[in-house]
């Protein structure tokens, strides 16, 4: 077969395809394969029809369709089906052909199948790939690592179909070896369940306690997409709660309280668990998902469990005000968390993450897309090595003007028996951050009192560690000092 395709991709998904559409519209040729053969055809006689699109039913035909250095991207299920296509892949290409895994991957995989492919003298790229079926199609934000080698090869293509900053930058670069992409795919999806839930947590407050239509939520919501919280999920919010079913009665009011996940924000958590991060709000965002998902046993519970009456707000317009800048100050926590795991995974994995350039990424195409994002990319500029979100200017500003309000609003919701999860573990979180004690002294007694784990002290050198016999009968041999 003539090698005249530019690309390859495997899996015609919702994704999948759209992905090559693009792809194809930016002046490349594309060979496409599923394992169901069926969609390869229906998909080259209807939307493909009349572009440069290869519709091939096998793998061996996509290789040999392809260019070198071959670039294969899979658009597959995570997990399994990712090695399985791996390994079919493999007798068939040549040492420098790149293999690129777009799906939703966990982290330690692509680190991985980085070490495998390379020590066959292949490449890897795993990338992540976020928007949804809009942003695959029209420009996506793709978060690329893996083999540094590989880069310069799809470069052209990958920054040609990625989404577009105001002055042209695509949302589109090198993030890190092996893991890395992946890594900051996952993290995108972590923030991406805090945002969602804060946002569900105001839209709770306006709901139960102001009492307020889908139309006047529709309201708030546009206004706030005007000023600092503008972004693409208030904005797709605000039509949510505009939108009607056949009857003319708001939609959303008619769908089931009960969150589905795929698993993208249980691994930011789980790895934050791992690393020591304090990943706080996207955990708790997590778990909210998982307390809705028991619907049957809540509207039982609601029947014999009982909290206030609640009481009526009587500056309405003063309140949501209070609510956006509650709803900003815990966001801000949640992408001050974001980050601090980032960095925690490039000191474990000697990643060189740009964290300024992966705000740059977030830009566009994404689902968190957002005006926010530039001031993350701002401070990073100013502090490369800023600890923490909360250090910088005008975040600390921000946090600090919003305080008081946060705090009303906070307060407010649980008087009246209001679920906050979100809002208030983003309160938490600060409280902790900006406190020089924590009663962690008196942990670490307890710890040392029943298993000898020994503690420092405030008048001695860190790292110089001690053991109190506090009962008279333990005696004086100490447990090993170590952090898990």
């Given amino acids: 077969m003539q090698q005249q395709a530019d690309f390859g991709l495997v899996g015609l998904a919702v994704m999948g395809e759209n992905l090559v ?4 519209s930016r002046g490349f040729t594309v060979a496409v394969f599923n394992r169901t053969v069926e969609k390869v055809y229906h998909f080259v006689q209807g ?57 939703n991957s966990h982290y330690p995989d692509t680190i991985r199948r980085t070490k495998y492919l390379e020590s066959k003298g292949f490449l890897f790229i795993g990338t992540g790939v976020s928007g949804g079926e809009e942003g695959a199609l029209l420009g996506p934000s793709v978060m690329p690592g893996g ?14 179909i990625a989404a577009k900053v105001a002055d042209g930058t695509p949302c589109c670069d090198w993030v890190g070896s092996d893991g890395a992409g992946h890594f900051v795919k996952m993290v995108h999806n972590g923030i991406e369940y805090g945002d969602m839930q804060l946002i569900c947590e105001a839209y709770q407050i306006m709901h139960e306690l102001l009492g307020m239509s889908a ?13 600092d919280l503008d972004s693409y999920l208030i904005d797709i919010t605000k039509d949510i709660l505009a939108f009607k079913d056949a009857d ?10 009960t969150a589905g996940q795929k698993g993208t924000g249980k691994w930011t958590s789980v790895t934050s668990l791992d690393l020591g991060i304090p990943l706080t709000l996207i955990s708790e965002s997590v778990f909210a998902r998982c307390l809705s998902a028991i619907k049957e046993e809540r509207v039982a519970a609601a029947k014999v469990l009982h909290g206030p009456k609640g009481s009526a707000i009587a500056e309405k317009q003063a309140f949501l005000a209070d609510l956006e800048k509650a709803l900003y ?3 801000i926590v949640s992408y001050a968390q ?12 000697k990643w060189k993450l740009n964290y300024g350039g992966i705000a740059l990424l977030w830009r566009g195409g994404c689902i968190i897309r957002s005006a926010f994002l530039s001031k993350i990319k701002e401070a ?32 407010t919701a649980v008087t009246n028996g209001i679920w906050v999860p979100a809002f208030s573990t983003a309160l938490n979180y600060f409280d902790g951050y900006r406190n020089a004690r924590l009663p962690a002294n008196l942990l670490q007694a307890q710890r040392d009192y029943f298993g000898a784990h020994t503690y420092e002290r405030i008048d001695k050198p860190r790292g110089e560690f001690f053991h109190t016999n506090w009962t008279g009968r333990g005696g004086e041999t100490a447990s090993s000092t170590y952090v898990v």
């Fill in 338 to 349: 974001g980050f601090t795991l980032m960095s925690a995974a490039a000191v474990e994995y």
């Fill in 215 to 227: 139309d006047e939520m529709h309201d708030v919501f546009t206004k706030w997409n005007t000023g």
């Fill in 329 to 331: 100050a815990s966001k």
């Fill in 21 to 24: 559409l693009n792809i194809e």
């Fill in 147 to 160: 083999s540094p080698a590989a880069w310069p090869h799809v470069k052209p293509i990958f920054q040609s």
């Fill in 47 to 103: 939307r493909a029809k009349g572009k440069k699109i290869i519709g091939l039913h096998s793998i061996p035909e996509l290789v040999a369709s392809l260019k070198k250095p071959r670039k294969i991207m899979l658009m597959v299920k995570a997990g399994k089906p990712v090695d399985d296509f791996i390994e079919q892949i493999i007798p068939h290409i040549e040492k420098g052909d790149i293999i690129i895994d777009g799906g």
């Fill in 248 to 257: 003319g009665k708001p939609l959303v009011d008619k769908i089931l309280d």
């Fill in 380 to 411: 990073f500029d100013k502090n490369p090595d800023l600890a923490n979100l909360l250090l910088d200017e005008y975040f600390r500003q921000k946090i600090e003007s919003s305080q008081e309000a946060w705090r009303r609003v906070i307060a």
